[in-house]
């Protein structure tokens, strides 16, 4: 019995390593996911993260990129397990038919699980603990956080890794013996040059693709910003990937078989053979092609948005603010506002500080809610949503804000808004009606971004005061008291500013009137935390889903390379040279491949109007950042997917070299 003890073991290792081509790919791939797997979860489970400043909110992108991670990672590496098995049955339908026994080849089967398993956890976890203090370092230095402290490595974390990777293993080993034990031996043999099948009611599923796809991209296309952004979003690219999996699978097909029908057109060497192998080819791949699509998707969109955050990460952080520092006082004159910007002047000298882009400006404020072209006051409803913050101000004020020699009329307005465009010819404000001169596209008051439709910040400038007057008695405002507002950007040492902040925070709040005082450094390191965690899990993903796609592509080389060997014998023998076959057969390898590329470039560009919804979510609106980030990560990726293709197709060729 000991003498036997060790053959399935060693078959194992002797099956791993003749069928290197395709097992050493899985390994290799198996390794990256199972080590990210293990990062994540060392960062999650290290007690460091919870006491570092600005640490919670990268924890929580971290724990969902954590969970988008395993949902990601356990389907598509039991996808890459169905290549493997694929490839593996002809040979165990070999075994079966030599005489051994479904239950010894159920115990190989076992064996080479065990045997990868071994190899990934050791590698992963070894790669883990090799690397991990470094990413944590790349973690900290994106979320501007505190680099100086200690990493420690938890075993709970090798735990929960090994625990992961093993339900991986035991499903897809589960799966395998089910397919190999109700299988017979001619099955087997026969089974690893079958494709996927061929789906029935090619023209109502084609129809269907279409509507998912038009739906998803009208979802895209339509997009605002506002609440229901997140929920279209998942939506929309839940109905793409569907539409994207029915047009290959039986779109592509459908349009194949009309060019068939063709007579003069398919009866044609070149297109004979073309539309033919093509039609094989999707037929029997066009599951994996809607894979290598979405994948591809996945790639652009990701890499993409991370680079356009990271480039834009200066705007994103000043989106919420006009200036950096700000004094807001209640009921006070312009007199005293100079009082107090000499006072800030003082402060600023003493402590070694410049002032650059001041601003000061007075106006009166209401809390309203729009219906239309109304402003409502605010009412008994409680509703705590859709309110607007309107800022009133006389046309003399507005001229010495903005440097300008605007002229009204009486009964007519100026209107600036934040966000959206205000978009009406008239203007009500609690009963009082007034026509607006012009909407204004720019003010000093704060930026303008059109397509933010959560921004609620109203500027109306009137004729004088007593139209300010009435118009602000609807809501119980004093037009004769206001806000005053002054703001600059602070130019020093990190020190110096600090003690200036605290000086002239106290000097603020000793002002009657004080209504507020606001440093919003600290705002801006809270986000670039939150940010940085966001770049840090971009680059995984990015690179997640680029080894998927570039795993996928050479899984598809590889199978059809060992399928097409018979194919190019026959084309030999019915009279058709080696260098027309390798054209052939070059051109039809390349259109296919060709098509996920262009697929999934039409789904980015599409997708861009969704995507600069949601990064304006953040406080992102610099649209041709986005779409010159957008072509350049299109062309990128252009580049690395031909010449991912172009390696894969030297395995392919290597295969049926014999030709």
Request: aromatic residues 14%; charged residues 20%; contains cysteine.
């Amino acid at each position: 019995m000991k003498k036997y003890a060790w053959l399935m073991p060693k078959m194992a290792i002797t099956n791993i390593r003749k069928n290197g081509s395709v097992y050493f790919p899985y390994i290799g791939v198996s390794i990256f996911a199972i080590f990210t797997y293990f990062v994540f979860d060392l960062i999650l489970k290290n007690d460091i993260m919870y006491h570092l400043p600005k640490g919670m909110y990268t924890l929580i992108l971290i724990e969902i990129g954590f969970v988008l991670l395993g949902l990601i990672m356990v389907p598509f590496l039991y996808y890459t397990n169905s290549f493997l098995i694929k490839r593996r049955k002809r040979e165990l339908g070999l075994y079966s038919i030599l005489g051994l026994e479904k239950k010894h080849i159920g115990i190989m089967m076992f064996w080479e699980s065990a045997i990868m398993y071994l190899i990934v956890t050791a590698a992963a976890i070894a790669f883990g603990l090799l690397f991990s203090r470094l990413i944590f370092l790349l973690l900290l230095n994106l979320a501007k956080m505190p680099v100086n402290v200690e990493f420690t490595i938890s075993p709970l974390a090798i735990r929960d890794t090994m625990i992961f990777y093993a339900f991986v293993m035991g499903l897809n080993l589960f799966v395998n013996l089910v397919q190999v034990g109700r299988a017979n031996p001619v099955e087997l043999m026969s089974d690893s040059r079958r494709g996927e099948k061929e789906p029935k009611r090619i023209g109502l599923w084609s129809l269907i693709g279409l509507a998912a796809l038009g739906t998803g991209y009208w979802l895209a296309l339509k997009a605002r910003l506002e609440s229901s952004v997140f929920t279209d979003f998942f939506l929309a690219v839940f109905l793409v990937i569907l539409g994207t999996y029915y047009l290959f699978t039986s779109g592509s097909i459908a349009v194949l078989r009309l060019c068939r029908r063709k007579k003069k057109f398919y009866y044609r060497p070149e297109n004979f053979i073309t539309v033919s192998g093509m039609l094989y080819r999707m037929k029997k791949s066009a599951a994996s092609l809607s894979n290598i699509c979405v994948f591809s998707t996945m790639v652009i969109i990701t890499v993409v948005c991370t680079v356009t955050v990271y480039l834009g990460m200066d705007a994103i952080l000043t989106s919420n603010f006009t200036r950096e520092f700000e004094i807001i006082l209640c009921g006070q004159e312009k007199a005293r506002g100079s009082e107090v910007k000499e006072e800030t002047a003082r402060l600023a000298a003493e402590y070694g500080v410049a002032l650059e882009e001041e601003l000061d400006y007075s106006c009166v404020e209401a809390r309203v809610w729009q219906e239309g072209n109304a402003f409502v006051p605010e009412d008994a409803q409680g509703r705590n949503y859709g309110w607007k913050r309107l800022k009133m101000m006389t046309l003399e004020e507005f001229n010495l804000l903005e440097g300008t020699e605007e002229t009204l009329p009486p009964g007519e307005v100026l209107v600036y808004s934040v966000g959206i465009d205000f978009g009406y010819g008239s203007i009500s404000f609690a009963g009082e009606e007034y026509s607006v001169k012009r909407e204004l596209t720019k003010s000093r008051v704060e930026e303008k971004h059109s397509d933010d439709t959560f921004a609620n910040v109203y500027l109306v400038v009137f004729a004088d005061r007593e139209e300010l007057r009435r118009a602000a008695s609807g809501y119980g405002a004093d037009a004769y008291g206001g806000t005053w507002y002054y703001g600059f950007q602070p130019e020093g040492e990190a020190e110096a500013l600090d003690a200036f902040s605290g000086e002239l925070g106290r000097y603020a709040a000793s002002l009657s009137g004080f209504a507020g005082y606001e440093d919003h450094r600290e705002q801006e390191k809270l986000d670039e935390g939150l940010y940085g965690g966001l770049l840090f899990v971009g680059i995984f993903f990015g690179s997640i889903f680029l080894i998927c796609l570039l795993i996928i592509m050479y899984y598809k080389q590889i199978t059809e390379g060992f399928e097409d060997q018979k194919n190019f014998e026959i084309m030999q023998k019915v009279g058709m040279g080696d260098e027309e076959i390798r054209r052939t057969i070059r051109k039809q390898i390349s259109m296919v491949f060709g098509l996920p590329l262009a697929g999934a470039i039409l789904h980015t560009a599409v997708g861009m109007r969704m995507v600069y919804m949601l990064l304006g979510s953040i406080g992102f609106f610099e649209k041709m950042l986005l779409i010159g980030c957008t072509g350049a990560g299109c062309l990128v990726f252009a580049l690395v997917y031909g010449f991912s293709y172009r390696r894969s197709s030297m395995a392919y060729y290597r295969i049926v070299r014999h030709l």
